[in-house]
């Protein structure tokens, strides 16, 4: 119990640390969209090069907490993407949303998108995902809380199956 609560502490001072990464040494902050175009493009050169620790490192603690299996969770991303990565669109900003009080944001997210994924076997994919900037309730979900692989159809680009991992639907 001591270990976890130290890999834990550890964890989370990481995350701060990489969060500070997100000010322009001009002193502006980065918005929300530049925020989420970031993730998204070390989410995908992550997923390119099939590196399972950059995409762990970039989910939230929650994930690693209560997910056992977090990295066949992962692997299963890759096994399910027929092909290597060739191309794709450049991810852009994001729909968000969140809830405010009186005294300021209580819970903050994105939910990126990054389409026109093409794999040398010929095949297309979508990824979509859940981005905590703040969520005071659960602060444990701060990061990507979801990812959600999909496979469209060559012909319509409708969707025919999903590859879905959420930290909220624990594996354990």
């Known amino acids: 119990m001591k270990i976890g609560k130290i890999f ?3 964890f989370l001072c990481l995350i701060l640390l990489s969060l500070s990464g997100c000010v322009r040494s001009s002193g502006d902050y980065l ?3 530049q925020i989420t175009e970031q993730v998204s493009n ?5 997923l390119v090069n099939k590196d399972l620790r950059a995409v762990k490192a970039l989910l939230c603690p929650y994930f690693q907490e209560t ?4 990295d066949e969770e992962i692997s299963g991303i890759f096994d399910f993407m027929d092909g290597n990565i060739i191309s794709y669109d450049e991810p852009d900003g994001a ?7 009186d005294w300021g944001w209580v819970e903050k997210y994105a939910m990126p998108e990054i ?3 093409k794999t040398s076997s010929g095949k297309k994919y979508e990824i979509y995902y859940m981005y905590y900037f703040i969520n005071k309730e659960q602060p444990e979900l701060l990061g990507i ?3 959600n692989v999909v496979l469209n159809n060559d012909k319509d680009d409708t969707p025919i199956i999903q590859y879905i991992i959420d930290a909220e639907e624990s594996s354990d």
């Open 8 to 10: 834990l502490s550890s």
């Open 31 to 33: 918005t929300d969209e």
């Open 42 to 46: 070390e989410l995908m050169e992550a």
């Open 67 to 70: 997910h056992s299996e977090l």
């Open 95 to 101: 729909l968000s949303g969140g809830a405010t009080t």
């Open 115 to 117: 389409i026109n994924i």
């Open 145 to 147: 809380s979801s990812i």
